[in-house]
């Protein structure tokens, strides 16, 4: 079968995650404004918003409108952003840069960021147990999921092995499992989460479980092979080089494939997602 | 009727929310230990579980076993605690003490307080997700209550608004609107939960949220008149003095146990924990 535009898909889809990302957050009114310009400081302009993308190609996998996995796109990345924030803070990674623009500690404040973060991550929450529309335990579930996607079993449990990392106790092993952590939870729970709420059956979930779990691994691998000059302490190329994290990660992106086969056509948006996320050339 | 006492409902009541709060705060195997530690630092010994015991009589209230509100009392002592240790933290209040010991970026370092908090936020969420036997609307709506409570329009609102309160602007409308997104959201998440997880209709459900509301600003108004010599510029005190605070809190207290009424003697555990709350004089 012939390969999925991507590009166009995004263009077509993207456009109702940006609106409900703005509704979700306004600039003024419903919460102090120092308070809400920090909070969508890196919201807007975000990144390639691949997370959200999953979760609406997800929902088209298991056969319904991509566009009833809003509400899990929009968490998604809210929870995504929350955790940059955080992770940039000085008493972290202290970054003063991020695509290309100040921080939001630097540009608004520190207890500024660390508040900002923490509201991003409560309005996740508010925003996918606020959807409208869905059985009420498919959105207690993608809630559930999402809660330890992002707390001590998930990201935040990545993010401190990752401060701590010692790069002379570097194996494979250990790198995946932040990699899993960091990455790959979130990859899961959009891709698993936008099929719950469009109503999804457990094998379908199960599916999407085993294909979110490899495509975040590999997707982070790549990450380590496009950053060779970075220098991460937590990076694939310490154990494997530049040519081993390229072949991990396609072969992580293979098994991810793999794990679509019984969804047939409908999830060629997943594919082309997946195969642009992993095989990246900037 | 003869007032309920208080000692003996706690002492029986809330062994059940602290073996709870034990087992969601695994000590080791769970996540890494640096991140489980900071994380149980403030949790263990807590303070007097007012918002847990709010949950479980607020159960009681519509006629249920407290035992049901355990997954709420367990959410809302791990949001109350995360909340604390971000406030604490260098760029925010800046305190090295908090009941008597270290405060958890003293004890266990700056990022690792940041991320315990982050944890504990995310885990208070996976805890009330995971409520066994209860409706999943019914659930889905107490954490979405919670986030809301949680977020820029409850606790993170109020403490921004706190960190730039200017003092000379003060009037008891602004010090009442912090109140109540520091404290009251809480206050109020806590007894409304409570009912919904046990099944209260939506009247009960009114009547519990106009009791937390004014509950909660009462309490902090207290409060501030107890802390008569710190000085924190968004107190009662500045504009109505200790005698006028102590007024204030005793109106509001009536008009929260006013709206107790309908539900008879099963309200008596929610009256006596307000009670206490309020009149205070440690």
New interface residues.
């Given amino acids: 079968m012939a390969e999925l535009d991507l590009r166009a898909y995004l263009a077509l889809r993207l456009p109702e995650v940006e609106r409900a990302l703005d509704a979700a957050l306004p600039e003024r009114g419903?919460?102090?404004e120092?308070?809400?310009r920090a909070?969508r400081h890196l919201v807007f302009p975000g990144g390639k918003r691949l997370r959200a993308a999953l979760a609406l190609a997800s929902a088209e996998a298991v056969g319904a409108e991509p566009s009833r996995a809003v509400p899990m796109a929009v968490a998604i990345e809210l929870v995504h952003t929350y955790s940059l924030i955080?992770d940039d803070?000085p008493?972290?990674d202290d970054d003063d840069l991020r695509r290309g623009r100040p921080t939001v500690h630097v540009a608004h404040?520190?207890?500024?960021a660390?508040?900002a973060?923490?509201?991003l991550?409560?309005?996740a929450?508010?925003v996918l147990?606020?959807t409208a529309g869905a059985?009420?335990?498919a959105?207690?579930?993608a809630?559930?999921d999402?809660?330890?996607a992002?707390?001590?079993?998930g990201l935040?449990?990545g993010?401190?092995?990752d401060?701590?990392f010692d790069p002379a106790g570097a194996d494979a092993k250990s790198i995946e499992s932040v990699h899993a952590r960091k990455t790959a939870a979130l990859f899961t729970c959009a891709a698993v989460g936008g099929a719950r709420l469009a109503g999804a059956d457990a094998a379908a979930l199960r599916r999407l479980r085993d294909f979110g779990e490899r495509l975040g691994i590999a997707f982070q691998i790549a990450d380590d092979a496009l950053d060779a000059d970075a220098g991460d302490a937590c990076s694939y190329l310490r154990v494997a080089g530049e040519r081993g994290a390229r072949e991990r990660a396609e072969a992580l992106l293979e098994e991810a494939l793999a794990a679509l086969d019984a969804f047939g056509e409908r999830a060629d948006a997943l594919r082309a997602i997946a195969r642009a996320g992993v095989r990246r050339s900037e």
């Fill in positions: 419903a919460w102090p120092p308070l809400a909070m955080h803070l008493c972290m404040g520190e207890a500024e660390v508040l973060g923490d509201a991550l409560a309005l929450f508010e147990l606020g059985d009420a335990a959105v207690r579930d809630a559930h999402l809660a330890r992002a707390g001590a079993r935040v449990g993010q401190i092995d401060l701590r």
